[in-house]
């Protein structure tokens, strides 16, 4: 049998079962078998397998162990890549070994698989790990075929505690107690949000009652050998939280905010109220002041009224008519301006303007805030194999982010649910343009379920950015039989707070 007729074997035909929506699922949508098969004038000389992981969309870890042989004889040795999802088998390549770490990297086309993310963070002694690939005592138990080798499957977990790390021959490991055989090489070892810490490479031999061990290369030396080898990963070094738990805290975390604002607009009542008190009795005050000034003034009028009208009598009974006249008309007008000043006098009641709202005015969802940056807020978010870099957002009138993509009404927020052609992955985006919130709540799916719901969103027609109200409330409907489609909890909720881009 020669290489060129190896390969149809390696394509054959299979079904992968589907995952269930939890971290260790998600993450086992990256694990693949390699398989390696070595031929000698057209003869099969050997047969190997072992575990791997998807550190890229087109890339793989494994030990190199696993591939040694294919990486000395490229020309006689095959490595097959087969996914834990999916129809078929794909060929792949060693570019970068490292014996010391018993590290490889390989590439392969035709598939692009969900990468699995390493774990940065501190990890104690006692925590829970799992271990996932294909052991091989449980292939010989179930394998009727080479064939059934090179068929998808959905790879064996099982768990243990991390039980400390140790050298072996100058490389990090860890220890744990997680069960594995042979066929576990390569495969990853997972923190409890599924978060890569190892990779299994070696095992203890329990004789006469001895317990077993197994050991994975350390993440450091993982992240050594990719960063080596040019290669990007994704790292997250996030406490491991349950999305129950976060849920509830940000749930908390809202209604405790809710409560302060409720408290901070009481607050604001009662000092406004207070203020408004303070004023009135300070303007009753004056209000009295001008009004008794208005009233002595007066008096003080008609007094003189009264005087120059005395005055006058005496002028006018000693002959002096014109001066008498002069007096008498001083003396009217006096009078006249004592009864207007009395008449037109302050009721002494106050003059107060309307009381202003202390509640600041609501904000416009519809309206436009233009440019944003969006920061991770790590105490609100549940993060597993996402970046925490800032996101750059666009958001203008009647919901349209970034000048393409259409979110409907929500109340006074707004939703668009993303689920992409390739990515398996769905992201149901939140923003609220009040609190300028920006939430991304990601479901990390199998292959069947990503199925479904393409052919939801198959049904929806709005594409762009629509003023139409009409057209905004059919995509709400169309998203929330997607969103009836999504299993009970996801696996990610990332919020960010939005600030006006600079």
């Known amino acids: 049998m020669t290489i060129r007729w190896l390969l149809p074997l390696l ?64 020309d ?24 010391a770490r018993d590290l490889a990297l390989i590439e392969f086309e035709g598939i692009s698989l969900p990468p699995l993310a390493l774990y940065t963070g501190p990890f104690d002694e006692g925590s829970s790990v799992t271990a996932l690939g294909y052991p091989g005592n449980v292939d010989l138990a179930t394998a009727r075929s080479s064939a ?28 744990h107690t997680a069960g594995i055989a042979r066929g576990n090489s390569g ?56 999305i129950a738990d976060q849920l509830r805290q940000d749930n ?5 905010a809710a409560a ?32 008794e000034n ?20 005496f002028f006018e009974l000693r002959g002096h008519r014109p001066a008498a006249l002069w007096v008498a008309g001083g003396s009217a007008l006096a009078f006249v301006a004592a009864l207007a000043i009395f008449v037109t006098r302050p009721s002494g009641e106050p003059m107060l303007p309307p009381a202003a709202s202390p509640i600041a005015p609501t904000v416009n969802s519809d309206a436009a805030l233009g440019k944003l940056v969006c920061t991770v807020l790590p105490q609100r978010s ?6 925490l870099a800032d996101v750059n957002l666009d958001w203008q009138e009647d919901g349209c982010m970034n000048g393409r993509t259409q979110y409907a009404e929500n109340g006074s927020k707004w939703d668009r649910i993303l689920v992409p052609s390739q990515d398996q992955t769905v992201s149901v985006l939140q923003f609220d343009p009040a609190t300028k919130l920006y939430t991304n709540t990601r479901y990390l799916l199998s292959s069947a379920q990503m199925d479904a719901a393409r052919k939801i969103r198959s049904q929806v027609t709005v594409k762009t950015c629509v003023p139409d109200i009409a057209a905004r409330a059919n995509l709400a409907t169309q998203q929330a039989a997607i969103r009836a489609a999504l299993p009970p909890l996801p696996n990610e909720r990332i919020v960010y707070s939005c600030k006006s881009a600079p």
């Open 148 to 175: 059934d080798y090179i068929r998808p499957l959905s790879p064996i977990r099982s768990e243990g505690v991390f039980s400390g790390r140790r050298a072996m021959a100058d490389a990090q490991v860890l220890l």
């Open 260 to 291: 302060e604002a409720t408290r901070a607009r009481n607050d604001a009542v009662a000092k406004a109220a207070e203020q408004r008190a303070a004023a009135l009795i300070k303007a009753r005050d004056e209000a009295q002041r001008t009004r």
């Open 294 to 313: 208005f009233i002595a003034l007066a008096a003080v009028l008609l007094a003189i009224a009264v005087l120059a009208l005395g005055a006058a009598g």
């Open 382 to 387: 549940r993060v597993t194999v996402s970046s």
């Open 187 to 242: 495969g990853p070892l997972l923190d409890p949000c599924g978060r890569v810490i190892g990779v299994n490479s070696a095992l203890t031999r329990g004789e006469e009652g001895d317990t077993s061990f197994g050991f994975a290369i350390a993440d450091v030396e993982l992240s050594t050998f990719l960063r080596a080898a040019g290669q990007p990963f994704a790292a997250v070094g996030t406490p491991c939280t349950s």
């Open 76 to 99: 006689n040795v095959v490595i097959g890549i087969v996914p834990s999802e999916g129809e078929k088998s794909f060929q792949g390549k060693v570019i970068a070994i490292d014996a």
């Open 252 to 256: 908390d975390a809202e209604a405790m």
């Open 11 to 74: 394509l054959l035909l299979g079904l992968a079962a589907p995952a269930r929506a939890d971290d260790i699922s998600a993450s086992a949508r990256g694990v693949v078998r390699v398989v390696t098969i070595a031929v000698v004038d057209d003869e099969v000389v050997g047969f190997g397998h072992g575990s791997g992981f998807a550190v890229a969309p087109n890339r793989i870890v494994t030990n190199a162990h696993v591939v040694e042989l294919a990486a000395r004889h490229p």
